[in-house]
């Protein structure tokens, strides 16, 4: 499946929060579009888009490949 790497914001109570998620690519979804994520009530704003590619590409792993002396989660 393809994805696009997709930059999200929201308006918060104490300003904005935002955050960058790899989104199926659909003709839909675009700068400016309101969605939300997992069937959540949150509404995020589609700030950017950058580059697509196929899911199976993307490192799941995040260092957990490394020895436990590498890794920095606590």
């Not at 994520?37 to 888009?49: I, K």
Request: no cysteine; glycine share 6%; net charge positive.
């Amino acid at each position: 499946m393809k994805v696009v790497q997709t930059k999200l914001s929201r308006q918060t109570e104490t300003g904005t929060a935002s955050t960058v998620a790899w989104l199926p690519v659909k003709s839909n979804v675009r700068v400016g579009t309101v969605l939300s994520l997992d069937g959540s009530d949150v509404r995020w704003r589609v700030e950017a888009q950058w580059m697509t590619q196929d899911s199976s590409l993307i490192n799941q792993k995040w260092g957990l490949e490394l020895p436990p002396s590498q890794r920095t989660e606590r």
